[in-house]
């Protein structure tokens, strides 16, 4: 069973960066055909996907976040980060980490999400 769990601040500040890590367990980040994803739910709004690294390393992002956005891994702690820099209000969401099924293009385990305020 695969499990995810967020961590990280709960409040940014505007400018600041937002950092936030996806501790995995019961699967490796590594493992042949999965990809590990950054989504981000804004108040009142839908699921907005931020950006993915696969399990070579490789890594996509969203058009509109490309440019604020960087995605990481830690393999030996089976790990995987977001940053997401010059933070406004705007970014404020619940922040889910999950495991892509790359020839599926679905998501199949989530982790429980955490929220993000940034407000000064």
């Known amino acids: 069973q695969v499990q995810l769990q967020e961590s990280g601040p709960g409040a940014v500040k505007p400018s600041q960066m937002l950092s936030l890590t996806c501790t995995v367990s019961?699967?490796?980040?590594?493992?042949?055909?999965?990809?590990w994803s950054w989504i981000r739910q804004p108040p009142g709004k839908g699921l907005e996907w931020m950006g993915a690294?696969?399990?070579?390393?490789?890594?996509y992002y969203s058009p509109s976040l490309k440019s604020r956005t960087s995605i990481s891994r830690d393999t030996s702690k089976n790990q995987f980060s977001l940053r997401l820099s010059s933070v406004t209000p705007e970014d404020t969401a619940v922040y889910y980490c999950?495991?892509?099924?790359?020839?599926?293009?679905?998501?199949?385990?989530w982790g429980q999400g955490t929220q993000v305020t940034v407000s000064s």
């Open positions: 999950a495991r892509d099924q790359v020839a599926a293009s679905r998501n199949d385990y």
């Open positions: 019961g699967g490796s980040i590594t493992a042949s055909y999965y990809a």
């Open positions: 690294i696969a399990y070579d390393g490789s890594t």
